[in-house]
């Protein structure tokens, strides 16, 4: 199920350019490429957070964190809305939802042409 609705939701209401970007290209990916060997959305090793997003099939999400001590937890949810409201408490000892986290370092890292193949 891609995440069309969301994506109407936001429009007009993009803090930044980055936060556009982001959302034009992955509701692309999702309405137009499959991805059954993932797309990596964001490694660990490009934030100070290790944070990880893979994008599995179509609209589905896995987030973890590449932290010792940490690598065991991941979040998995079966949509881009539900990813965004991940809590990442078990990853940054925090609350903050994905979307939050992902607007506090303004989507920098995020990676678009990444496959796990």
Known sequence: MCDKELYEEMQGHFLTAEEETFFDTIIY?????????????????????????????????????GKEGRRDSSEYALSLKDALEVDMF???DRHISLKDWLRSINYEGIRYDRRAE
């Not at 060997?37 to 997003?53: G, K, P, Q, R, T």
């Open 29 to 65: 990916k999702e309405l137009n490429e499959f991805a059954p060997s993932f797309d990596v959305i964001m490694l660990e090793d490009d934030n100070a957070d290790s944070i990880y997003i893979v994008r599995c099939y179509y609209a589905e999400y896995k987030i973890g964190c």
């Open 90 to 92: 078990q990853f940054l």
